[in-house]
C-alpha cells in the first residue's frame, strides 16, 4: 500500500510546534554579509556548549555561512517582527536599516535582541534538502527580553499559560493564610500599598514585556504620551527610574525609532506614539481586569484615596 505524503499538510502539522524566531549571521573575509531567518536553532549540549540550525541547500547565502567559519545566532525579541520580515524576504542589502555590531568571526549581531549566541562553525551534518550547521558557543549574551514566537504560520507572544498564574496565586493564597498578615503591620499603609503594588504587577509586568520593550522604556514612553514629563531630568521623579536607567532606555528607544531626544528633550515619533497607544492599552485592560471584582462605588472611592494620597 502506497501512502501519499502530502508536503502542505506536513509543514502544517510541523507549524503547531511554536518556536522562537532568530537571526542567523556571518560574514567571511571578503566582507560578504549574509543573515536569514530561521525557526530551526535549537541548543544541542552544554559540554561542550553547541547548538544548531538548518539551512535549504539551495540557500545563496550557504556558500558564505561555510566560509565565515563562525556564525551568530541572533534571538529576536517580541518587538523586531520588522528585522524577521527583513532577513525572511529576498533583499540587496538587508543589514542596510539594521543596528547591528561585528562579533567573534565578525560574525554580526544585532542591536536590542532577546540574546545572542557567537558560534564557531563545529560540525555540518546532512540533513535531506538541509544542512545541519552544528555552532560551538564561544561567547553569548542574555538581554532579558521577551521573545518574539512564531506559530501556524503567524507571529506571537509570550504570555504566563492561565494553569500556572491560578497555581502561583493558590500558593500566594496559602502563604497569606498561614502568615494572616502581620499584625504589626496589618495597619500599616506603606506596607499594604507595596504588597498591593508587587500583587498588581505581577500579571500586568508580563503583558506589558510581551511588547518587546522592558519596563523601564515603556514607563518613559507611557510618562512622555501623558505629557507628564518631557525631559530626562525630570524622568527621575515621574517615572521613577533612575538616571543610568533612564540614560540606557532612552538610547535603545531612540535606536528603536520611537523617542527622539535632543540633549535633555524628549520627544515621541510616530511610532513612539503608536507604541505607547498599544502600551496604554495594555494597562487599561489590565486594570478593568483587576478592578471587576470591585462595585464601581468601591473603586471611585479607591482612586479618590490614591488621588489623595497623592
Excluded at 564561544?138 to 521573545?147: C, T
Excluded at 499584625?183 to 498591593?196: P, R, S
Excluded at 522604556?217 to 518631557?230: D, H, K, P, S
Aim: net charge negative; proline share 3%; hydrophobic share 40%.
Amino acid at each position: 500500500m502506497t501512502t501519499i505524503f502530502d508536503s502542505k499538510s506536513f509543514r502544517r502539522a510541523l507549524g503547531n510546534f511554536a518556536t522562537g524566531v532568530v537571526v542567523v549571521t556571518a560574514q567571511d573575509e571578503d566582507g560578504n554579509k549574509v543573515g536569514m531567518t530561521v525557526n530551526s536553532f535549537t541548543s544541542v549540549s552544554l559540554e561542550p556548549p553547541l547548538v544548531l540550525w538548518c539551512i535549504d541547500k539551495r540557500a545563496g547565502s550557504l556558500d558564505v555561512f561555510k566560509r565565515a567559519g563562525h556564525f551568530a545566532i541572533n534571538i529576536l525579541s517580541a518587538d523586531q517582527i520588522d528585522i524577521s520580515n527583513t532577513f525572511a524576504r529576498s533583499k540587496e542589502d538587508r543589514f542596510a536599516s539594521i543596528d547591528y555590531k561585528e562579533g567573534i568571526g565578525k560574525s554580526l549581531l544585532i542591536s536590542d535582541v532577546s540574546a545572542q549566541f557567537e558560534c564557531e562553525l563545529h560540525e555540518i551534518l546532512e540533513g535531506g534538502d538541509h544542512l545541519i550547521l552544528v555552532g560551538k558557543v564561544l561567547n553569548f549574551n542574555d538581554f532579558g527580553r521577551v521573545p518574539l514566537l512564531y506559530h501556524q504560520g503567524a507571529y506571537a507572544s509570550v504570555f504566563p499559560h492561565p494553569n500556572v498564574r491560578n497555581k502561583i496565586e493558590t500558593a500566594n493564597e496559602k502563604n497569606s493564610e498561614s502568615k494572616e498578615v502581620n499584625q504589626k503591620l496589618a495597619g500599616n499603609i506603606h506596607y499594604l500599598l507595596t504588597q498591593a503594588v508587587q500583587n498588581y504587577q505581577n500579571d500586568y509586568y508580563p503583558k506589558q514585556l510581551a511588547s518587546g520593550l522592558r519596563n523601564s522604556e515603556a514607563r518613559i514612553l507611557l510618562v512622555i504620551y501623558a505629557g507628564l514629563a518631557t525631559c530626562k531630568s525630570k524622568m527621575t521623579k515621574e517615572a521613577a527610574i533612575p538616571m543610568r536607567e533612564i540614560e540606557q532606555a532612552v538610547e535603545i528607544l531612540v535606536r528603536k525609532g520611537l523617542l527622539i531626544a535632543a540633549e535633555d528633550e524628549l520627544q515621541l515619533t510616530e511610532k513612539g506614539e503608536a507604541q505607547a497607544i498599544d502600551l496604554l492599552d495594555i494597562a487599561e485592560r489590565h486594570q478593568e481586569e483587576v478592578l471587576a471584582r470591585y462595585k464601581p462605588e468601591e473603586v471611585v472611592m479607591f482612586k479618590k484615596m490614591l488621588m489623595a494620597l497623592l
